[in-house]
């Protein structure tokens, strides 16, 4: 086996998605950009939640809103439901693994706020319990899925975004929604700060 070889072709099928998916994805960051705006400038939160790899984008995204992306600026209100432990454990162990995000959207959200909704698949049924949660309480919802979007985009209510990478690759799905969340951060700040 060559590395080199393969370590090329998976550097090539990256690029090449992020490319192809760009006119497709462009339009809906930028709506999921302003909508994230206008949720921050009604002093309303952003929650969000995923699995893995998605619960770790989910940290990385409430990270750069909380403290800075690449310009300095005051905080932005924005919390991963995927840190706290104990709250996650205590969750499954008196419930189970399917409500750990809806029960807390429903404690800390608020009508007004926004839950950002991340799964490869579309099919987390965590994450559809908090996406039913969010509905039920006034929440709107930004989906960042892959595939087809599976049940996250059969479930999605008028207004809710949808982004949705077209590939079937979990690792380069999950590539193209790193990079969808650095220009969500971007976007924000670029609309907050005014930079042109």
């Known amino acids: 086996m060559d590395l080199i070889t393969r370590i090329s072709e998976n550097f090539s099928e990256s690029a090449h998605l992020k490319l192809q998916a760009m006119d497709a994805l462009a339009a809906p960051i930028a709506a999921a950009a302003q ?3 206008a ?3 009604q002093d309303r939160k952003i929650m969000s939640c995923g699995n893995g790899g998605s619960a770790a984008d989910s940290q990385h995204f409430a990270a750069e809103m ?4 690449e310009m300095e600026r005051p905080g932005l209100a924005a919390i991963a439901l995927t840190t706290d432990t104990s709250t996650l454990t205590s969750i499954a162990n008196d419930h ?3 409500q750990v995000f809806s029960r807390q959207l429903r404690a800390l959200g608020q009508a007004g706020d926004l839950l950002l909704a991340i799964s490869t698949s579309g099919n987390s049924r965590n994450v559809l319990a908090a996406m039913q ?3 039920e309480t006034g929440i709107g919802v930004i989906a960042l899925t892959g595939h087809n979007g599976g049940r996250i985009g059969e479930l999605l209510a008028p207004g809710d975004i949808h982004i949705c990478v077209p590939a079937r690759s979990t690792a380069r799905i ?3 929604h790193l990079l969808t969340l650095h220009c969500l951060c971007d976007a924000i700040d670029c609309v907050l700060l005014g930079v042109e």
């Open 96 to 98: 189970d693994y399917e």
């Open 66 to 69: 909380l403290n800075r992306f």
């Open 133 to 135: 949660a969010a509905h």
């Open 35 to 37: 909508r994230m705006v």
């Open 174 to 176: 999950q590539e193209v």
């Open 39 to 41: 949720c921050l400038r």
